[in-house]
Every structure is written in C-alpha cells, then in structure tokens.
C-alpha cells in the first residue's frame, strides 16, 4: 500500500527562474522508511512542507494517507507528525510542558500515547524539568521526536534531525527510527549525510530541486558505472591537485583518508602511479574501492553538468 505520492511537484519562491522544487514525483509505501539525501537547497524542506500541508505547490498534485495535501488539509494534519529542520519547541517551558502542549493541541494527552514515545522518552525523563532550551542538541533530539509522535502519526515527516548532532546521538537516533518503523508508521527523513543513507530502505538523491536516482541504497551503489580507486600519498592536496590534471583521470575528488578517482581507460593504473610518481609524489598506495551512496552522488551531480 503507498502511502504517501507525489506528482509533477514544482514550487518557485519569489518568481526565482529556477524551481525550488523541479518536477518531482515519487511514492512511499507504507511503512516504509524512505529519506531525501542531498545537500542544503536541495528542495528537502520544501517537499516536506508541502506533504505537511504548510506549503502550496504551484503545480502538480500529492497526498498522504490517500487524502489530497490541499483539499484535505485539516485532515492530513492530524495524522502526520513533523519535526521540522530547526529546534521547533517551546525554549521557556520544560520538557513534560512540551509534551502536553503537544499532546493538548492534537486533543490527546501523554499517557494515551506513552507505549509509542516510552523508548525515546526514558532517556530524557530524569531531565523533565528542565527548560527545553536549556537541553543538549541530542536530548533537543529526542524531545521534539516525542512532541512529533505523542499524537500517534501514521506518517512522520523528519527534516534533517541529525543535523549538529554528534555521533552517539546520531547513531541512537537511527535504531529509534527503526523501532518506529517496526511498530508500523511510515517515515520519510532527509538528511545531507550521505553516510545517513544506508540506513534508510529507498531513497531519493536530490539536488537543486530535481531527483538525480530513487531505489534502494544497495541498487543505487551497484549502478556506479566505472571502477572506482582509493589512492593516497604522503602529500595529499598535491596529490588531488596532480590528479585533477592528470590525462589517465575521469574523475577525482578528497574522499576521508583517499582521493577516489575514476580512470579514462581501464588498466592505466600503473601508468598513473608512474606519473605521479613523477610529479614527486611519495609513498603511493592505490587500490580498488566499493563506491558508497556519496560517489554515486558526485557521479550523478557531475552527469547533469
Ligand atoms: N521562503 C523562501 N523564500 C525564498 N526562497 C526559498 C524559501 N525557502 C526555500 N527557498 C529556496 O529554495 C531552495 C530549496 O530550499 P529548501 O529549504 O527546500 O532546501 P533544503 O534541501 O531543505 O535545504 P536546507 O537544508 O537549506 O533547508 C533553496 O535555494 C532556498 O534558498
């Protein structure tokens, strides 16, 4: 069953020439944990807003749970939770007064909801107290995930919640998501980290207000159409400066402790290491390497130039 659709989505702010959203149609089963990878501006906020009903498109049609984001606008916005991109909660009051606000305004009340926010909220309960702005980035987290779900949402809708959020959180963040999809509410997160993406089951690469691919991570990755390298050396800006004018490399870019690179022709490899070598390079190490979702994506943005 599809739960949330998209078609022919475009949106323009202040008569821009180019969309902020650029023709966009997907859907997203039910249940499903689904997330819109791609960098600030991408157009991430604006097809949340739109499915959350706080933004109207300039054309195309979409709906959630089978209702019509501007015909059944009321509707859907009992039934959807959103965790908005920015700290959305109230700063002066604490932690439990959140939650009942939110609880109060969707006409319900936290203990009819608790099994679903039990998990989450535990870790931040001993701090019930205290103000919310007064919280550490991660417990901001996780309380605004509470105030999102205390209504019991069929669809949540979470815009960049790991953004400025360190490791461990991010981390306890992703197994809470995957409990929720577990317990059945279907989940669309976005998110600029492309490391992020592994952990959703589909997903949609977006950049400047277009998708560039949607499908699984798994078969996003196995689609990469050249073999990719790893190569470092002991100086590795000269290296990447080397490379970039190298005539055996398609393309390169500074991946974590690597450059990956593509080559022109297959099999130049030693021919490259030669030539880097002359260039006065040291200590080269080149070998092969599984391309991850962010190569696909550099691949992808540069296929558009
Ligand atoms: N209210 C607005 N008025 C004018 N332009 C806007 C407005 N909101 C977004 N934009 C522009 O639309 C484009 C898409 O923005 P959007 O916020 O949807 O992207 P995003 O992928 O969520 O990125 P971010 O993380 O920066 O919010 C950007 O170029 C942005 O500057």
Same mark, same amino acid.
């Given at each position: 069953?599809?739960? =949330?659709?998209?078609?022919?989505?475009?949106?323009?702010?202040? !008569? +821009?020439?180019?969309?902020? =959203?650029?023709?966009?149609? %997907?859907?997203?089963?039910?249940?499903? *944990?689904?997330?819109?990878? /791609?960098?600030?501006?991408?157009?991430? #906020?604006? $097809?949340?807003? $739109?499915? &959350? #009903? @706080?933004?109207?498109?300039?054309?195309?049609?979409?709906?959630?749970?089978?209702?019509?984001? =501007?015909?059944?606008?009321?509707?859907?916005?009992?039934? =959807?939770?959103?965790?908005?991109?920015?700290?959305?909660?109230?700063?002066?009051? &604490?932690?439990?007064?959140?939650?009942?606000?939110?609880?109060?305004?969707? +006409?319900?009340?936290?203990?009819?909801?608790?099994? *679903?926010?039990?998990?989450?909220?535990?870790?931040?309960?001993? %701090?019930?107290?205290?103000?919310?702005?007064?919280?550490?980035?991660?417990?901001?987290? !996780?309380?605004? @995930?509470?105030?999102?779900?205390?209504?019991?949402? &069929?669809?949540?809708?979470?815009?960049?919640?790991? #953004? /400025?959020?360190?490791?461990?959180?991010?981390?306890?963040?992703?197994?809470?998501?995957?409990? @929720?999809?577990?317990?059945?509410?279907?989940?669309?997160?976005? &998110?600029?980290?492309?490391?992020?993406?592994?952990?959703?089951?589909?997903?949609?690469?977006?950049?400047?207000?277009?998708?560039?691919? $949607?499908?699984?991570?798994?078969?996003?990755?196995?689609? %990469?159409?050249?073999?990719?390298?790893?190569?470092?050396?002991?100086?590795?800006?000269? *290296?990447?400066?080397?490379?970039?004018?190298?005539?055996?490399? !398609?393309?390169?870019?500074?991946?974590?402790?690597?450059?990956?690179?593509?080559?022109?022709?297959?099999?130049?490899?030693?021919?490259?290491?030669?030539?880097?070598?002359?260039?006065?390079?040291?200590?080269? +190490?080149?070998? $092969?390497?599984?391309?991850?979702?962010?190569?696909?994506?550099?691949?992808?943005? +540069?296929?558009? !130039?």
């Amino acid at each position: 069953m599809i739960d =949330v659709v998209l078609d022919n989505i475009v949106k323009t702010y202040n !008569k +821009n020439k180019i969309p902020a =959203v650029n023709d966009v149609s %997907f859907s997203v089963g039910k249940g499903e *944990l689904f997330g819109l990878i /791609g960098p600030d501006g991408a157009g991430k #906020t604006s $097809i949340f807003r $739109i499915l &959350t #009903t @706080l933004l109207l498109a300039d054309s195309g049609t979409a709906s959630v749970n089978g209702l019509d984001v =501007v015909k059944d606008y009321k509707k859907i916005r009992s039934k =959807v939770g959103y965790m908005p991109g920015r700290f959305s909660l109230y700063q002066d009051l &604490t932690v439990e007064e959140n939650l009942r606000f939110f609880a109060t305004i969707f +006409n319900t009340s936290i203990a009819a909801n608790y099994d *679903l926010i039990k998990d989450i909220y535990v870790q931040i309960e001993p %701090f019930k107290d205290r103000r919310a702005g007064k919280l550490s980035g991660g417990m901001k987290q !996780k309380l605004a @995930l509470c105030c999102a779900l205390i209504h019991r949402p &069929t669809v949540l809708f979470l815009d960049e919640p790991t #953004t /400025g959020v360190d490791t461990v959180s991010r981390k306890e963040f992703w197994e809470m998501l995957q409990r @929720l999809k577990h317990q059945g509410i279907t989940i669309l997160v976005s &998110t600029p980290y492309m490391d992020e993406a592994t952990l959703c089951e589909r997903i949609a690469l977006m950049q400047s207000g277009t998708i560039m691919s $949607i499908d699984t991570p798994q078969n996003i990755t196995k689609q %990469f159409p050249d073999n990719l390298y790893a190569i470092r050396a002991k100086n590795m800006s000269k *290296l990447l400066n080397d490379l970039r004018h190298s005539r055996f490399v !398609k393309s390169s870019f500074a991946f974590g402790e690597f450059h990956h690179i593509t080559l022109k022709e297959e099999n130049t490899n030693e021919q490259l290491v030669k030539e880097m070598r002359e260039h006065g390079n040291e200590e080269i +190490n080149m070998t $092969i390497a599984m391309p991850t979702i962010e190569d696909c994506f550099i691949k992808l943005m +540069n296929n558009d !130039k």
